[in-house]
C-alpha cells in the first residue's frame, strides 16, 4: 500500500503569512511617526506683552483718578473759601499826574520829571494784601518810553484806601530819530499827549490764619492826556477819562497768563 503525503501545518503557515504581506504590505515610518512620540504636549505660553500692556492701563487709570480727586478736593476748597471770604480783587485808579517837565532835546535825548499819585482800594472785609515794591513805566500810545518809577511795598488793610505817590523820572534817555520826531510833534499837539501807565508786582493775600502764595499782578491804566509845561509851573494831567484794568499774572513753568 503507498503511503500517503500529508502537507506541514508549518507550510500552511508560511503561505499564509505570504498572502497577508502581500495584501497589506508595510512601509518605513515617517518622520512625524518617529518624533511624534517623543515631542512634549504643546502648552501655550504666557503673553508677556499683554501682562505688561494691562499694568500700564491699570497705572494710567488710577492715575488718572487720584488727578481727578485732588482736582475735585481743591475745586470744594476753593468753593469753601470764596463763600466764606467773598474776594474781590483791588482796585487802582489815577487820581493825579503833574507834569514837570517833558522835553526832547536836539541831540534827540528825553529829559522827563512827572508826579504820579495812584490811589489803590482794598473793598475786602476778610482779605489783607501785601505788596512788594511795584515797578511803574509810562508810555505813549505809540509805545514811546517816557519815564519809569516806583512804589514802595505796602501793607493792604480791610476795607482801606491807601495813596501811592512816585517820581517818574527819565534823564537823557536816548532816543531814535524817528520815535524823536514823533514824541516832538506830538507835544505840540492843542490835544494833549495820550499816556499808558503800566504798574507791575507780586502781591500775597491773608485770610485769617490762611496766606496765599505771592502771585504777580499787572495793572493797565489808560485815558490819560498830558500838556507840556510853558512856564517852571507843573500842568495837570486830565484823568477824568483814566481806567485801570487789573490783572493776575499766573506762570506756568515757562508761560505767564
Known sequence: MADRVYPSSKQATNVTATAAAATNPSFPATKAQLYGASRPPYRPQPNRHRYRRSCCCSCCLWTTIAILVLILIAAIAGAALYVLY?????????????????????????????????????????????????????????????GDGSFGSFVHGTKNTTLLKAAITSSNQELDDTSAGKLKTDLKSSKGLPLKIKLETKVKAKMGALKTPKLGIRVACEGIKITVPKGKSATTASTSNAKCKVDLKIKIWRWTF
Not at 96 to 113: G, P, R
Not at 125 to 141: A, E, G, R
Open 86 to 146: 467773598r474776594p474781590h480783587r483791588p482796585t487802582f485808579t489815577v487820581s493825579s499826574l503833574k507834569v514837570s517837565t517833558l522835553n526832547v532835546t536836539s541831540a534827540s535825548k528825553l529829559i522827563t520829571n512827572i508826579s504820579l499819585t495812584v490811589e489803590a482800594k482794598n473793598p475786602n472785609k476778610k482779605l489783607v494784601y501785601s505788596y512788594d515794591p511795584t515797578t511803574i513805566s509810562i508810555t505813549t500810545s505809540d509805545g514811546i518810553d517816557i
